[in-house]
């Protein structure tokens, strides 16, 4: 498995080489170039994942690399059915890296090995549902942000007049502010139906719906926020600059929400992101 | 061989008032272009006529007969002062001309260097050659060639990207606020000159709704019908500050006619949609801390024509590259135009013909063992008598002078059929 995971590394990075290349040079050809790696990336990707799949019989989550590694696969193909709605070809540039990190990271820990074989979780469609909404809502959100970042990076350009290298390579605000939204959107969807059917799976198993577990709690505040976010948009219209901004923030209370509660908090969740 | 020539008179040259007196209409380039071609000195001729250049691009094998015509031509036709005239026209030939050509289709030869129209002038220039059939082998080739290596600069170098007209640069920054300008509401306050070329561009760019708000009600309701638009009294500007999109201020007002706080308490009514304010006015009409509220984006003339100093720099760098492009390429069209020679194409032709012939011997002979030296040697002699029996008739042809006229045409096709250039 070594070697596939080594490879799709490797393919991520020049990716990002590529996609950095594409964003200097503005070249059509090299933005194909990164995005053909980056769906090669992506396949290799998938191929460790089905492999861990199939060799635990459980959805591979189950310790730091696999969450890690999950993540990374989310957010690559989350960045494929984006980019193929809005034409964000500069979204690259934030996704090839983001995802050669996060594999990085995840490769400095052990792939198979399961930290205290978790007895009481049962694999079931509740559980591989909740697992796979949170996920790609988590990576939904990951893009409203690398898309909030673009869109005050171009907006600056545009107030303070300076008309050179961003100005030129960033999309108009309009689209970045609509695919921030549509971005912002679906991650609310999918996180929606990952708290329900987590929620419901926790009364399956623990009897509970809500056991004020930190992860539980957090993520149900990160909800809150875009649910806010959301509703701002929709009465007084809340666009721009401030949604923009309020995406970049909500993405940093969700990582904290995935992976500063399991190190720094105790709880139910805790067990996924061992080694 | 026929030369490539090329007089002409530009705005660099000449100035406007002589531009004028020679400019051509459609109609007199197409009697020029009949009338000239009907003499035997000019084999092919194209007529480029712009508001700022005059090009007589030709094909001729005998030049200073062929220049002399045109010049009385012109002369005589258009009757500009004679030694103004005289001096302010230049000529390239072969290599130069189509340098010159290449880098007028390029815009690197024009007054706004990068601008797109000349490009099209020139199709416009050749289409009307190519149906009076004054354009032939060696200037359709040549004008190909123009439109490939006009089109390579301007992608390759991106010289036409950046906006340089105050008007270009404000449809460049809505596009990057808005992304499509089509059905954006335009509300014009004040009628001026400048704001009229800002709304001309808007509108080809199929902008929606045009609302035109001036002091004088007249006066507005007068560039509204021009402009298919509505024209609104100058007090209700507030209201229809709640609908408009883009807003072009250029009106001769002392203070702010729109202030900081009017626009603040809009822009909740808008529910934040983006409001792109152009001040092309002096003194300016809106005030610019409006720029500092959320989605409203203010541009005054000094900004604009700052971005506009900066495309000018970015474009001179650019045209650099272009003139290494346009380098390149007199080059291949040289290559071109000296293998229409009737020499090298014959021995092209003799050298490919001897290099099958040689080939298939071989291959012949090998399998053909048997055969003694003199049968093996029977054979050669064959091929080559055949060779040169087939040859000689094209080759007698090509040298003759009876190519009725355009030995170019059948040294083209003789290429081309044999496939010499690959």
């Known amino acids: ?275 | 061989m026929l030369e490539i020539m090329l007089l002409g008179i530009n705005h660099k040259t000449a100035p406007v008032a002589l531009r004028e007196c020679v400019a051509f209409t459609d109609d007199e380039t197409r009697t020029t272009l009949k009338n000239l071609s009907d003499t035997q000195a000019i084999n092919e001729l194209i007529i480029i006529s712009t508001c700022n250049r005059l090009e007589f691009l030709f094909a001729t094998d005998n030049p200073d007969l062929a220049l002399d015509i045109i010049k009385k031509h012109i002369a005589v036709l258009k009757q500009p002062p004679e030694t103004e005239f005289e001096n302010s026209l230049y000529i390239h030939k072969t290599d130069e001309a189509v340098r010159h050509i290449f880098r007028v289709a390029s815009s690197l030869d024009s007054m706004m260097v990068g601008e797109p129209q000349i490009l099209g002038q020139i199709k416009q220039a050749y289409h009307i050659a190519t149906n009076n059939n004054s354009s032939g082998v060696i200037l359709n080739r040549l004008l190909h060639r123009t439109f490939f290596v006009a089109k390579r600069v301007r992608t390759e170098t991106g010289i036409g990207d950046s906006a340089v007209s105050i008007s270009y640069a404000a449809i460049e920054l809505g596009r990057k606020i808005f992304g499509i300008l089509e059905d954006k509401k335009v509300l014009l306050i004040g009628a001026g000159e400048m704001a009229e070329l800002a709304v001309e561009h808007l509108i080809r760019n199929r902008v929606s709704n045009i609302f035109v708000a001036n002091r004088t009600f007249e006066r507005g309701a007068q560039l509204a019908k021009k402009y298919k638009g509505l024209a609104i009294r100058f007090e209700e500007i507030s209201s229809y500050l709640k609908t408009s999109d883009i807003v072009i201020s250029s009106t001769g007002s002392p203070g702010y006619v729109v202030n900081r706080k009017q626009v603040k308490s809009l822009m909740r009514k808008r529910r934040n949609r983006p409001l792109f304010f152009i001040d092309i006015a002096v003194p300016r009409d809106i005030d610019p801390a409006i720029n500092h509220l959320a989605n409203t984006y203010v541009y005054d003339i000094d900004d604009l024509s700052g971005v506009i100093d900066e495309n000018l720099k970015d474009r001179a760098k650019k045209a650099v590259k272009g003139e290494r492009i346009i380098d390149e390429a007199v080059i291949r069209f040289h290559k071109w135009h000296e293998s229409l020679k009737v020499v090298p194409t014959i021995i092209a032709l003799r050298k490919k013909m001897d290099e099958i012939a040689e080939a298939e011997l071989k291959k012949t002979l090998h399998s053909l063992g048997h055969l003694s030296k003199d049968d093996a040697r029977a054979i050669q002699r064959m091929t080559k008598a055949l060779l040169s029996k087939i040859m000689h008739d094209p080759t007698r042809y090509l040298k003759s002078e009876g190519c009725f006229g355009d030995k170019s045409l059948y040294l083209d096709i003789t290429r081309k059929l044999f496939n010499l250039d690959s």
């Open chain 1, 1 to 275: 498995m070594e070697p596939v995971l080594i490879f799709t590394i490797i393919l991520y990075l020049l990716s990002s080489v590529a996609h950095a290349g594409y964003f200097f040079s503005r070249k059509t050809e090299i933005y194909y170039i990164g995005l053909a790696l980056l769906i090669a990336g992506f396949l290799c990707h998938l191929v460790i994942t089905s492999y861990l799949f199939i060799a635990t019989l459980k959805f591979p989550v189950h310790n730091l690399f696999q969450t890690l590694s999950f993540t990374g696969l989310a957010i690559v193909g989350v960045f494929f059915l984006f980019n193929y709605k809005f034409k964000l070809k500069i979204l690259g540039l934030y996704t090839a890296p983001l995802a050669s990190l996060l594999m990085l990271v995840a490769y400095q820990f052990p792939a198979e090995h399961m930290p205290m074989a978790t007895q009481n979780i049962s694999n079931n469609f509740l559980l591989t549902t909740h697992i796979i909404m949170v996920f790609l809502g988590n990576a939904a959100f990951a893009m409203a942000c690398g898309i909030g970042i673009s869109y005050l990076l171009q907006e600056n350009a545009i107030k303070t007049k300076n008309h050179g290298f961003i100005f030129k390579r960033l999309p108009s605000l309009n689209l970045l502010d609509t695919a921030g939204q549509a971005c912002v959107m679906a991650g609310f969807t999918l996180l929606t139906i990952g708290l329900i059917t987590g929620s419901v799976y926790a009364k399956q198993v623990w009897g509970l719906f809500w056991s004020w577990d930190p992860k539980e709690v957090w993520s149900a505040l990160a909800w809150l926020f875009y649910a806010l976010l959301l509703h701002e948009r929709f009465t007084v219209g809340w666009r721009g600059r401030k949604a923009a901004i309020m995406s970049i923030i909500g993405f940093i209370f969700l990582l904290f929400t995935f992976f500063g509660v399991n190190f720094l908090l105790k709880g139910h969740h805790g067990q996924f992101t061992r080694w």
